[in-house]
T-cell receptor
């Protein structure tokens, strides 16, 4: 079973604050993803990566940066957080794309006041 | 790009009743189709996946129907029980391009009343 660990589980910050969300996967998956989940929108892809040092832009990237430092670690950075970024964030990993299953972390609930 | 519409957003049924959740998609090149389940307060886990042409997959009390002609995917619960109460998301991936991103539907919150 793939293991994807996110930290922190909950985060509160103020508008303009700096936030880093962390994700680690331990199954040597090539692909890692950051999604945000909002009511009425389902899951929307922010950024993804297919290996260390690689970064691909997702569907809702504005206001977010990401960095894949190793095969295991993928970070999401909010450098000037805004209230519109209040959301539930999920990290996921997969062996490949297409028909491969995504394995999700437990999620990080972020509130920007 | 791909757009996925999932209906209904909320569904309440009595235990033992059937329930149907439907997704329609726009990209005719879509090839991989998934259903994920999210229990309250938990993360998403794969429920079922369907590939290629019209196909019926069954398991765990669910049936998945794929109609590529109509670009429609459905999840059918034959006899719901309280443990099925959760949010369900369809997801679709096309074959075009080197990176086949998944596009998720908006989700359906299913409540099964004992």
């Amino acid at each position: 079973e793939a293991a994807v660990t996110q930290s922190p589980r909950n985060k509160v910050t103020v508008t303009g604050g700096n936030v880093t969300l962390s994700c680690r996967q331990t199954n040597s998956h090539n692909y890692m993803y950051w999604y945000r989940q909002d009511t009425g929108h389902g899951l929307r892809l922010i950024h993804y990566s297919y290996g260390a040092g690689n970064l691909q832009i997702g569907d809702v990237p504005d206001g977010y940066k990401a960095t894949r430092t190793t095969q295991e670690d993928f970070f999401l950075l909010l450098e000037l957080a805004s209230p519109s970024q209040t959301s539930l964030y999920f990290c996921a990993s997969s062996v490949g794309t297409g028909g491969n299953t995504l394995y999700f972390g437990a999620g990080t609930r972020l509130s920007v006041l | 790009g791909e757009q996925v519409e999932q209906r209904p957003p909320h569904l309440s049924v009595r235990e033992g009743d059937s329930a149907v959740i439907t997704c329609t998609y726009t990209d005719p090149n879509s090839y991989y189709f998934f259903w994920y389940k999210q229990e309250p307060g938990a993360s998403l886990q794969l429920l079922m996946k369907v590939f290629s042409s019209t196909e019926i997959n069954e398991g765990q009390g669910f049936t998945v129907l794929l109609n590529k002609k109509d670009k429609r995917l459905s999840l059918n619960l034959t006899a719901a029980h309280p443990g099925d109460s959760a949010a369900y998301f369809c997801a679709v991936s096309a074959t075009t391009g080197g990176n086949n991103k998944l596009t998720f539907g908006q989700g359906t919150v299913l409540s099964v009343i004992p």
